[in-house]
């Protein structure tokens, strides 16, 4: 039986040109080159480095007002890379570390407010690499929310 399979990631957004600049930016793809007769209201189209999926940025009057329902995960070489991000235009909402204060993911927000987790490179977590960190922060992320 066949299933079907994901094609793209789209983000609807004010300014389509800033946020994809960002993703661009923080996921080293590459932004399409427009069509000649694509608008500035156009939907914007990045393409991964080596494969993967592509991200559009659509443009739609509204802003974004709550939490996002959906959100991806990305994976930084290092904690450093937090702070190219923060360069880049996103702002930190909350680390999520264990007890020992140990980062397990840093949740964030791109330019326009869109959710997403950053997780440092793997570590030896034994049978929790995939889970909640034991005893850690599980606190849901509120609008304003700022890193404790």
Request: hydrophobic letters at 35%.
């Amino acid at each position: 039986m066949a299933t079907s399979t994901l094609r793209d990631i789209c983000f609807d957004c004010t300014d389509p040109h800033r946020v994809a600049r960002f993703w661009a930016d923080a996921l080293g793809y590459t932004v399409r080159p427009p069509d000649p007769a694509d608008t500035a209201d156009d939907p914007i189209a990045l393409a991964p480095p080596n494969g993967g999926l592509r991200l559009w940025f659509n443009k739609v009057p509204e802003p974004k007002v709550t939490k996002n329902r959906v959100h991806i995960d990305i994976n930084l070489p290092d904690e450093g890379d937090i702070g190219r991000l923060l360069g880049l235009g996103a702002r930190a909402l909350r680390a999520i570390r264990d007890d020992d204060g140990t980062l397990w993911w840093t949740i964030m927000a791109d330019p326009e407010g869109n959710e997403f987790c950053a997780f440092p490179p793997p570590r030896d977590w034994g049978p929790c690499a995939n889970a909640y960190p034991p005893g850690g922060n599980r606190d849901v992320v509120q609008a304003g929310d700022e890193l404790p």
